[in-house]
């Protein structure tokens, strides 16, 4: 329980943090947002979109902490201010609407690349020197090795404008009515397989790589010898006394590497114009939508904490020595 | 049967006292990952000979197919794509390495202070450091890139501030295992000053982790720049691999078929990326005994099939 609340004290420190430097970026960075922003509209911007921008920027009269002050009771009120490229939508229902597609393709993305690395890793360590072990590691680092977006504008050229076999962009038709369809589902399905696939295959060498090394060093432990002794089925071996207590890395990597995939997952959107928050936040950044971008910002920062608060009271769960202590 | 002459081999030639460089040398993966990455120092430094001029200059030959005057092809403003990319090199390669050596230099810094003070400073720079590694990176890079002005120093210093704190944690790690050692205590008591102890003691015994971390981060600061221009928001005048894709995907180039534009530069990332990695393996290897070449491999024979017992001699002979 200490352990749980220790870990709870320093997601809401490093929250605080990202809030903080929300708040400071507009307002100590150099130049003038207002008038870079004025230039770029050139006074196209409506009264009630510059009182919007105003505010966000700090160009009021207050004192910084009193304004402080008032920026944290807003966010932590979920008062986020109102985009201003889709003025007067509040930010948080721009995020609302596309939230759910970037966790649909970043999740299965990440489930998928963890399960089949951590089994690749499994396989190769217990089979050292075997086929897995000698030819998928190098494969898998040099396909690692590419940026995840060029491998996604790749597979777009390869399989969607060349072959045909993928939809080009969006996360579904157009004109087909979001519902829980049979047809809208499936393609849903269908405009999720490449760019997730992308995803997987950049990320699948690192999960496998990290497994087989630590799987290596359990294999030499004395238990596993012993259960070799004791006769036991070799799959019974692998699974549940070696790569059990092999785990624990990947664990406390899954929870690390959501951050990345949601950065893989941004570009990856932004070649597939997939409608994520990754895409929209692009569209922000391009829009000077400041309030927009800082809304998603703090809006992936969160669920990137939450999920690794999520995983530490798994890690509770899995390893006992944490409780003891 | 060669399977057990050769690990014999490599045990008479890994004598003691011939340290990390020597055994880069007699690795494979090394001299593999530090000849491609030769190759492309060298690229970058003879672009203005090689090809005189700008290579952004827009020309009326667009959308070229590759042809013996132009080797890769031409972009849609007419831009040699062959130029292009060997400029693209002198970007890249310079910001890769700048923000890799100056991000393990804060690593290490914070890393040494943070094993050698211990306490209050400790937690503390560990407290910024699992902030920064928790904060989602590319997305924090896209908002401090969108505030602040843009241009190449931008990139480089907003690169680095979400860079360092992978390296500082693991220096920190390594650096806290040599700090107990007595050697370290001998120093401490010997009354030497914490700078020298930290730079002159504890640093020299973790070259190869301080290796591995400077491979790693110019790795990351390659792939970060070209994702950030790709999504445009570097200095998107000058010529470097990520805004070749940038300009790619704005000119169209994927939806037109003109795949000789975008490849090019993607596969010169990965192919410096790749060579970085493997040296980084190699570091891995030379350092760590227990991910060298198979000495028995474990329950092997018990396990492998008939069929799979055919693959080690494939592996020796790489």
Request: proline share 5%; aromatic share 10%.
């Amino acid at each position: 329980m200490r352990f749980i609340l220790r870990r709870l004290g320093f997601y809401l420190i490093a929250f605080w943090a990202s809030i903080t430097l929300n708040f400071l970026l507009p307002r100590f960075m150099p130049g003038d947002p207002v008038s870079r922003m004025f230039a770029r509209t050139q006074g196209k911007m409506q009264p009630e979109q510059l009182d919007a921008l105003r505010k966000l920027l700090g160009v009021d009269d207050r004192p910084i902490w009193e304004q402080y002050v008032d920026y944290l009771h807003n966010i932590v009120t979920g008062n986020m201010g109102i985009s201003i490229s889709r003025f007067p939508t509040p930010v948080t229902e721009v995020i609302a609407g596309q939230i759910g597609w970037t966790l649909l393709l970043g999740g299965t993305a990440l489930v998928i690349a963890a399960v089949l690395g951590n089994l690749l890793g499994i396989l190769a360590a217990w089979r050292r020197g075997g086929t897995i072990d000698s030819a998928l590691p190098p494969i898998l680092i040099f396909i690692g090795s590419f940026p995840y977006f060029w491998l996604a504008m790749g597979a777009l050229y390869l399989f969607g404008v060349i072959l045909g076999w993928a939809p080009l962009r969006h996360a579904f038709s157009d004109g087909l009515e979001p519902g829980f369809s049979w047809e809208f589902i499936s393609d849903v399905g269908a405009h999720l397989v490449l760019p997730a696939l992308t995803i997987v295959l950049v990320s699948v060498g690192g999960w496998m790589l990290g497994m087989r090394n630590t799987m290596i060093a359990t294999n030499s432990e004395d238990y596993i010898t012993m259960a070799e002794a004791k006769g036991l089925r070799p799959g019974r071996i692998m699974f549940r006394y070696a790569a059990r207590n092999a785990m624990l890395p990947s664990v406390t990597s899954f929870g690390m590497s959501l951050g990345f995939v949601v950065g893989g997952a941004m570009l990856t959107e932004v070649v597939f114009a997939y409608p994520g928050v990754g895409y929209q936040l692009l569209t922000a950044v391009q829009g000077l939508d400041y309030p927009l971008m800082q809304g998603l910002f703090l809006t992936i920062t969160a669920a990137v904490l939450i999920a690794n608060f999520l995983v530490d009271i798994l890690y509770v769960r899995l390893d006992p020595r944490v409780r003891s202590n | 049967m060669t399977t057990l002459i050769e690990p014999t081999v490599e045990l008479r030639k890994t004598k003691p006292k011939q340290g990390l460089v020597h055994g880069l040398f007699t690795n494979t993966k090394a001299m593999v990952g530090a000849t491609i990455l030769l190759i492309f120092i060298a690229l970058a430094l003879l672009a203005p000979f090689l090809f005189p001029g700008d290579p952004s200059r827009i020309t009326d030959m667009a959308s070229l197919e590759p042809s013996p005057e132009h080797w890769l092809g031409t972009t849609a403003k007419g831009q040699d794509v062959l130029a292009l990319t060997v400029h693209g090199s002198r970007s890249s390669l310079l910001v890769g390495l700048t923000v890799g050596f100056a991000s393990t230099f804060v690593g290490i810094l914070v890393g040494l202070a943070s094993a050698y003070f211990g306490k209050f400073i400790d937690e503390s720079l560990s407290l910024i450091t699992n902030v920064f590694l928790l904060l989602p990176g590319l997305p924090l890079l896209v908002i401090l890139a969108a505030f602040l002005p843009p241009g190449l120093g931008t990139v480089i210093v907003v690169l680095i501030i979400t860079g360092w704190a992978g390296s500082a944690r693991v220096l920190r790690s390594q650096a806290l295992s040599i700090r107990s050692k007595d050697f370290v205590a001998a120093a401490v008591v010997s009354g030497e000053r914490a700078g020298r102890i930290m730079f002159r003691e504890i640093l020299p015994n973790m070259a190869s982790i301080v290796m591995g971390t400077l491979l790693g981060c110019v790795i990351y600061g390659i792939g970060a720049q070209a994702g950030l221009e790709f999504l445009g928001l570097g200095d998107t005048s000058t010529v470097s691999w990520g805004n070749n894709l940038f300009w790619a995907g704005n000119e169209g180039a994927l939806l037109t078929g003109s795949w000789w534009v975008f490849v090019p530069s993607g596969l010169c990332i990965a192919l410096v990326a790749f060579a970085l990695s493997l040296i980084n393996y190699a570091v891995d290897e030379v350092t760590n005994p227990r991910l060298r070449k198979i000495k028995a491999p474990k329950s092997a024979a018990a396990v492998v099939p008939a069929t799979a017992a055919t693959t080690p001699e494939r592996s020796v002979t790489k």
